[in-house]
C-alpha cells in the first residue's frame, strides 16, 4: 500500500547538507515553467518591448497566460507592446505550448548526449510515456509536427490574408496567430478576436485545424501519419479519433440549435455564417479560445456548454490542457460498466486497467475541487453573475481563455487567482500534487470496510 506524505522542505535540507538540490521529475518540471515565466516578465518588462507603458503586474500576467498557453490578458497586445514584446508573447506561447522539456531533449540528442536517469524520469514525467527508448523519437515527432503544421497554416494564411492587405502586414499575423492557434492558446492581436472572420471559411477551418491537430495529441498524430490505415491505427488512435469528432459535431449542433434564435449571437447571422460561427465557438472553447462572437451575450445553457468543453479539454501530449478527453472517455466507460452491472470496464473490446481508472477519478476529484474552490474565492472578491465567474474561473483553470470579457476589469487579488489557477491547470493538478509529497511503501495492511454509497 503506497500513501504520500508532504515534506515542502526536506529537498532543501538536503541540498544544504549535500550541495545537490535532489527534486522529484513533477518539481523539475513545475520549477521550469516558473523560471519561465520570470524570464518571459523581465523580457516583457524592457523598454524595446513596449509600446505603452505596463506595470510588473501586468508583463508578469502576460507572461502567465503565455507560458500557459491560456490567453487570459490585463492588456492590448496589439497596442501596448512593440512587435518585439508580440515576439516574446509568441516564443513563450511556443515553449510553453509543447513543452519545455522538448526543446532541451532535442537539444540534447543533437548534441550527442546521453540522457541521465533523471533526465530520462523527467522526460518521461513530460510526455506521459513508459518507454525510455522512445524518449527520443517522441521529442523529435512533437517538433517536426508543429514545424510541419504551423507552416502550412502559415502559408495558407499568408496568401489568403494577402488579398487585402499588405504582404508585410498579411504575413506576420499569420505567423502570429497560427502559432497560436496550433499551441491552443487563443492569444490574437485583433481587438475582436476572430469574429471579423465569421463569414471566412479559408480562416475558420485553417485556425480551427490548428487547434484541433495541436490538441488532439502528438502520439495519435504520429500514428496516423506512420499507419495511414485505420484498422492499423492503435488502439488509443481510434479511440481519440471517434471522441474527438462525435465531441466536435455533437456540441457544434446543440450550440448552433440554442444560439440560433439569440438575435445578439447567431440569430443575426445568415445561415452560412452560423455554422461557421457555431463551429470555431466550439472548437476554440474545448482547448483554445478564440471567439467568433461576444461570449458576453451568449445564453446562460450555451455558457454552461462551454464550460463543460474547456474542463474536458484536449489529448494527452498536446498543447491542450483540461482533465484531456482520455479522462472523461475512461470515467464514461466507468460509470456504463456501473450501469450495466459489469465488473470489468471495457470499452471497444478492451480492458480498462485499474490503475487508468484510479488516476481518472483521483483527476476528476482534484480538477473539480480546484474549479469550486476558485469559484468560491473569485464570487467572494468579485460581484459578478454567478455563472460568469465560473466561466472565468474555467477558461483559467483549464488553460482555455475564453472569457466574458472579464479579466481586465478584475481586482488584483481576482487576478492572482486567475494566474494561480492558469499555472495549476498548465502544469497539471496531479502534477502539482506529486511534486510536493514522496511516495513511500508501507507494509502495514488494513482490514476492509464498508460505506454504503447512493
Known sequence: MARFTIHPFRAYRRARHTGQLQASP????????????????????????????????????????????????????????TVLGQGIVLVLVQIGGIGFVTFAIVA??????RLSLRYQALALEAFNQTSVARIGHTAATVIKFTLAIE?????????WWWRNDSLAHAFPMAVFHAVSAFNNAGITLFSDSLERFVGDPVTTFVITGCIILGGIGFSVLADIYQKRAWQ????????MLIATLVLNLSAWALFWLIES???????????????????????GARTAGFASMDVSQLRDSTRFLLV???????????????????????????????????????????????????????????????????????SLLEHQPFMTILMEVMAAFSTT????????????PGQMLLMVLMFVGRVGPLTLVYSLGTQQNSRVRYPEGTIQIG
Not at 508578469?60 to 501596448?80: E, P, Q
Not at 507552416?151 to 496568401?159: R, S
Not at 481563455?401 to 488584483?412: I, Q, V
Open 232 to 239: 492499423s491505427l492503435a488502439y488509443y488512435t481510434r479511440i
Open 108 to 113: 540534447s540528442l543533437t548534441l550527442g548526449k
Open 151 to 159: 507552416a502550412a497554416a502559415i502559408l495558407v494564411l499568408t496568401l
Open 401 to 412: 481563455g475564453l472569457s466574458p470579457d472579464l479579466t481586465h476589469t478584475l481586482s488584483l
Open 261 to 283: 434564435q439569440n438575435a445578439a449571437t447567431l440569430g443575426g447571422m445568415p445561415l452560412a455564417n452560423q455554422g461557421l460561427a457555431a463551429w470555431t465557438q466550439v472548437v
Open 308 to 378: 463543460i468543453l474547456m474542463f474536458i479539454g484536449g489529448g494527452s501530449l498536446s498543447t491542450a490542457s483540461g482533465i484531456k478527453l482520455g479522462t472523461f472517455i475512461i470515467l464514461i466507460a466507468v460509470v456504463r460498466a456501473y450501469v450495466l452491472q459489469r465488473k470489468e470496464i471495457v470499452l471497444m473490446h478492451r480492458r480498462i486497467a485499474p490503475e487508468a481508472v484510479h488516476k481518472a477519478l483521483a483527476l476528476l476529484m482534484v480538477s473539480g475541487s480546484l474549479v469550486c474552490v476558485g469559484v468560491f474565492l473569485l
Open 26 to 81: 513533477p518539481a523539475v518540471l513545475t520549477g521550469s515553467f516558473l523560471l519561465l515565466i520570470m524570464l518571459g516578465t523581465a523580457l516583457l518588462l524592457l523598454p524595446a518591448a513596449q509600446a505603452r507603458p505596463i506595470s510588473f503586474f501586468q508583463a508578469f500576467f502576460t507572461a502567465a497566460s503565455s507560458v500557459t498557453v491560456t490567453g487570459l490578458t490585463v492588456i492590448n497586445l496589439a497596442t501596448d507592446l
